[in-house]
């Protein structure tokens, strides 16, 4: 099964939760794992996925611009709506935010929330939400804990995946 996983990161944060998620999904067997920014996303990879795993730095206790222009961009560049073209393949959220609370779980649902629109099946893993982590502040940077929770996402959705490809082969 193909899954993307895809991120914004200025700072890099969220680029070593991404390769913690990546290396969780390549673990488990079967997997062909693209990793890539939102802003490079091609429509082949989007559509050609059964699962797709977004991330984003918390801007403002939500995601940040650019993940929001990715996912509008599934319509403007990508035509998803109105075939429903994302409809049942698998999806999961991650994030990194400065402060321990200040809109880390606001920014997974807003993701996952947007998948649900487009019908898509969302999972977690590591944490309710997805996978998080703290940057900034009274943290030292992002955990082994942390980096776990994200691997364990990746894994989750690699197996649920899995689970759908088998049931219903594409
Ligand atoms: C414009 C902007 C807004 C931010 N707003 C928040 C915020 O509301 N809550 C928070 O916890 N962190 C906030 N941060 C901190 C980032 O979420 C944090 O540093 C994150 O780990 C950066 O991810 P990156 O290293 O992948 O770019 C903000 C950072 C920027 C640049």
């Not at 991404?18 to 082949?44: D, I, N």
């Amino acid at each position: 099964m193909k899954i993307l996983v895809t991120y914004h990161s200025l700072s890099g944060n969220t680029e070593r939760m991404a390769e913690a998620v990546v290396t969780g999904a390549q673990s488990v067997s079967g997997a062909q794992v693209l990793l890539k920014r939102v802003g490079q996303v091609t429509a082949e990879d989007l559509l050609s996925a059964d699962a797709v795993v977004v991330g984003s730095p918390v801007y403002w206790s939500n995601m940040s611009g650019e993940v929001k222009t990715f996912f509008d961009n599934w319509q403007f560049k990508f035509g998803v709506f109105p075939e429903f073209k994302m409809k049942n393949k698998v999806g999961a959220a991650f994030a990194t935010g400065g402060q321990s609370s200040s809109g880390k779980e606001v920014t997974l649902l807003t993701i996952l929330a947007a998948m649900l629109g487009n019908q898509m099946i969302v999972v977690s893993g590591g944490g309710a939400f997805g996978a998080s982590a703290t940057t900034e502040g009274e943290s030292p940077g992002i955990d082994r804990r942390e980096l776990a929770e994200a691997k364990a996402l990746g894994v989750r959705v690699a197996e649920v995946a899995r689970l759908i490809k088998v049931a219903s082969p594409r």
